[in-house]
């Protein structure tokens, strides 16, 4: 009786330190109570993808204000591998806050009851309606649990905003038709993430040959890097200049991109 009294709580706390995935779901709004002042108008945004990290640099130091200063000019960015675990607590909440940002979390996976890792958005404009779709996995990609998010932004003409982070190897193609599938249902959309494919990936270059898909930093980029892995994507919004912020806050640069929107 004395060993099954103790397996029990051995149990708990296994199942607990166990990394668990987190099925879809929909909602509506987001956190917007680091969002100060009037939301102002504005016919060009300046959107971003950002792999942070966790907010630990190539030089080994986990310091998120670095992460913050990159993103203090942009007004949309879709964030990656950020973490909210007892040793990096929170860190979408607290950028949310330095920023004076509307924050959306799209947990990836839980752990010890409560999130863990997220994607996550940021933006200087409410949100709507969103939704959150989990993608196909793979038996070699343990822990590795990915989604896709769809959120509107309120601008004067709203947009979709679709944000990912796709495996690396196995699996990811499929991920990729899951991801396009749900982008091309919408007229006016920016889709960004980390896609951990170049754009000579023969799946990626068979949706950029579609037609009515823009890759907005091949467009705007002049010395696009052709092993870039970070994407942003449009349809029906027009993407009128570009730009790479590599600054130490990440083994990702922010990549951003100005569009228009009407």
């Known amino acids: 009786m004395q060993w099954l009294l103790l397996l029990?709580?051995?149990?708990?706390l296994a199942w607990g330190m166990y990394p668990r995935p987190v099925?879809?779901?929909?909602?509506?709004?987001?956190?917007?109570?680091?969002?100060?002042?009037?939301v102002r108008a504005a016919s060009t945004v300046r959107v971003a993808t950002f792999n942070i990290h966790g907010g630990r640099g190539p030089d080994g130091r986990r310091d998120l204000s670095r992460a913050a200063a990159d993103l203090e000019r942009i007004d949309i960015a879709a964030l990656q591998e950020v973490h909210d675990s007892w040793r990096a607590p929170r860190q979408l909440d607290r950028l949310a806050a330095r920023l004076n940002r509307v924050a959306l979390a799209a947990s990836t996976r839980q752990r010890w009851f409560r999130m863990h890792r997220c994607n996550g958005l940021l933006s200087t404009h409410p949100v709507g309606r969103w939704s959150r779709i989990r993608l196909a996995g793979h038996p070699r990609q343990r822990f590795h649990y990915r989604n896709l998010t769809t959120a509107q932004i309120e601008l004067p003409q709203p947009v979709w905003v679709l944000f990912t982070h796709l495996n690396r190897k196995d699996g990811r193609e499929e991920q990729l038709d899951q991801v396009m599938r749900e982008f091309v249902k919408y007229s006016r959309a920016v889709l960004m993430g980390d896609f951990n494919m170049s754009r000579n990936d023969p799946a990626m270059l068979e949706y950029l040959a579609r037609g009515d898909i823009t890759d907005a930093l091949g467009e705007t980029l002049d010395d696009d890097d052709p092993e870039r892995i970070d994407w942003i994507l449009c349809r029906g919004v027009k993407p009128?200049?570009?730009?790479?912020?590599?600054?130490?806050?990440?083994?990702?640069p922010l990549y951003w991109c100005d569009i228009e929107v009407g």
């Open 23 to 38: 099925k879809g779901g929909d909602g509506r709004g987001a956190d917007e109570s680091h969002l100060a002042g009037p």
């Open 240 to 252: 009128v200049r570009g730009g790479v912020v590599d600054s130490g806050a990440s083994d990702h």
């Open 8 to 12: 029990v709580p051995l149990g708990v």
